[in-house]
């Protein structure tokens, strides 16, 4: 590792942002900043080689479109692109990073990914699988102490959401402890607690349901068996590999500039508050991590693909299992909604969603500083409708109105990485 990517994500990672946006300068390398506040503006980015961009009418049409989602969601700021070979590129910022300022979003800032950390996390696992030293059969119990079902649920079924186990996020307790301190660490086994003391909520295999206590098990098992804290190992053996240099696993609040304020109303009181700096560890294994819209690009590519993995046991990811959702399907930390593959995540103050059309080599990135739901449904999940139904029509990133246990882990219900519920 240079010694440049040693001190961005040790050294200044330790430095927790107070409340404070600051701005790029011009130049940087994901392109100028946005011109102004609530302005569709192109950004050409380096990483956009041999893309031209999308026509004038389809991006005109998607400018359109995302405006109309911007005023209707009432969502601060996005940052979003799509890539697709043939077609072209969009890379676009709207909105403002910062409502007390007014600073426009811009597309190098940093964001809170939510539960896409499960890619990451999974993928770590697997790479143990490749590497012979555990197996997806194995249970948990062999690795993990005191598990219900322990003896029964397998590596497999915990990153299939298909344990059982009770989702400690959706727990009263655990909500009203963040929420009345959400500056406040949590460890894994506070995070375990919070979800034991709840019945299994059916056997194992039996039927899907998306719970992160998932995987802060499988966040334990890499510990276990590699030896190292998983920041690290997932840094080394995942980020490194992938060359994803402006992504990080945090293990405390730091958030290293730039970066954009996120604003949530799962708070104690109801009312939206600025979530910028609460203590993501809450999230862990299942989505404590940080990113940007160009290693996020190269991700969805990556994870999707199966890069860093070998043939067997990608396709042992890829192999869904329905979720209860027409044209939804869950593999290993990893969903497919209508031909896309990837993963969306959400948790106070941010929402995400990266993810891959393997049909047409295609990506699509959505970023946004508010995690706030419009009429039960999650912004990202509206952007990403929005945009696939001009660029894609024949994959539309779509999902029911309230569809309960889906593939978007994103909402009260259905797995966010709110305080109700995690993604």
């Not at 800032?109 to 790479?127: C, Q």
């Not at 995400?352 to 995690?371: I, K, Q």
């Amino acid at each position: 590792m240079s010694g440049s990517r040693i001190c961005w994500r040790r050294a200044c990672a330790g430095l927790a942002m107070a409340g404070m946006l600051v701005g790029p300068t011009v130049g940087t390398a994901y392109g100028d900043p946005s011109p102004a506040p609530t302005t569709a503006s192109a950004s050409a980015s380096p990483g956009d080689t041999g893309f031209a961009t999308l026509d004038a009418a389809t991006s005109a049409r998607l400018d359109r479109a995302l405006r109309e989602v911007m005023t209707e969601t009432s969502v601060p700021g996005a940052i979003v692109g799509v890539w697709a070979p043939g077609k072209g590129s969009y890379v676009r910022t709207f909105g403002t990073a910062d409502k007390a300022t007014g600073a426009p979003m811009t597309t190098d800032l940093l964001m809170r990914i939510g539960s896409e950390t499960k890619t990451f996390t999974v993928t770590a696992l697997l790479e143990l699988v490749d590497q012979g030293k555990i197996g997806l059969d194995d249970t948990i119990g062999r690795y993990v102490d005191d598990v219900p079902n322990g003896d029964e649920i397998t590596l497999r079924q915990l990153a299939g959401m298909r344990s059982g186990l009770f989702n400690y996020s959706e727990d009263e307790d655990f909500f009203k402890a963040l929420t009345s301190d959400p500056e406040r660490p949590f460890t894994p086994d506070e995070l375990l607690n919070y979800s034991f003391r709840h019945p299994v909520q059916f056997a194992p295999g039996a039927d899907f349901e998306y719970s992160n206590t998932n995987l802060i098990l499988l966040g334990l098992v890499v510990e276990e068996v590699s030896g190292m804290p998983l920041d690290r190992y997932i840094e080394e053996n995942v980020l490194d590999p992938a060359g994803l240099d402006r992504t990080l696993f945090p293990t405390g609040a730091e958030f290293p500039r730039p970066h954009a304020q996120g604003y949530t109303d799962q708070t104690a009181s109801g009312k939206v508050e600025n979530a910028t700096d609460w203590n993501p560890s809450w999230g862990w294994a299942a989505g404590a991590m940080i990113s940007d819209l160009e290693d996020l690009r190269e991700w969805a590519r990556v994870v999707a693909t199966g890069t860093l993995l070998t043939p067997e046991t990608q396709a042992e990811r890829l192999r869904t299992e329905p979720t209860g959702v027409a044209g939804a399907g869950y593999g290993l930390g990893i969903f497919t909604l209508h031909g896309w593959v990837g993963h969306n995540g959400s948790l106070p103050g941010y929402e995400s969603l990266t993810v891959y059309l393997p049909e047409e080599r295609a990506t699509l990135v959505v970023l946004l500083n508010t995690d706030i739901a419009h009429d039960g449904e999650e912004p990202s999940t509206l952007f990403g409708e929005a945009i696939t139904r001009i660029v894609s029509p024949d994959h539309v990133y779509y999902l029911p109105p309230g569809a309960g246990t889906s593939p978007a882990p994103s909402g009260s219900g259905s797995g966010s990485d709110r305080g109700s519920g995690s993604g």
